[in-house]
């Protein structure tokens, strides 16, 4: 749930503030993908912990491939349509590997600890 917060601040906050926190480069299709992302996290979160698991491993694969192309395209725009930068692509792979690890490893229901 607080990914999807801190997506829906950071979509809103960019129309306002580019670079957000001085670091972060954005264009408007850039909002625009972090607050439906934000808007779907919270939907599927509020569904319960299989659609969470599942948001995890979708977005976790989609911020892959964004972070890949991040650093194989130039000029710092995803297909003409996202405006990227190195920061972005270094946060794009940390949130690859959290969102990935909530889909796959994270920890199974009804385990429990001795």
Do not use: R
Not at 10 to 32: C, D, K, M, R, S
Not at 86 to 94: E, S, Y
């Amino acid at each position: 749930m607080l990914f999807g917060v801190i997506f829906l601040v950071v979509g809103i906050l960019g129309f306002f503030n580019n670079p957000i926190l001085g670091l972060f480069e954005v264009n408007t299709v850039h909002n625009l993908i972090h607050i439906v992302s934000g808007i779907i996290a919270l939907a599927m979160v509020s569904k319960g912990e299989a659609q969470a698991k599942l948001f995890g491993k979708v977005f976790g694969i989609v911020y892959a491939l964004v972070a890949v192309l991040g650093f194989l395209l130039p000029g710092g725009d995803i297909f003409g349509l996202m405006t990227v930068n190195m920061a972005d692509n270094v946060l794009h792979i940390v949130l690859a590997i959290v969102f990935l690890w909530v889909g796959f490893g994270s920890m199974k229901s009804g385990m429990q600890t001795a």
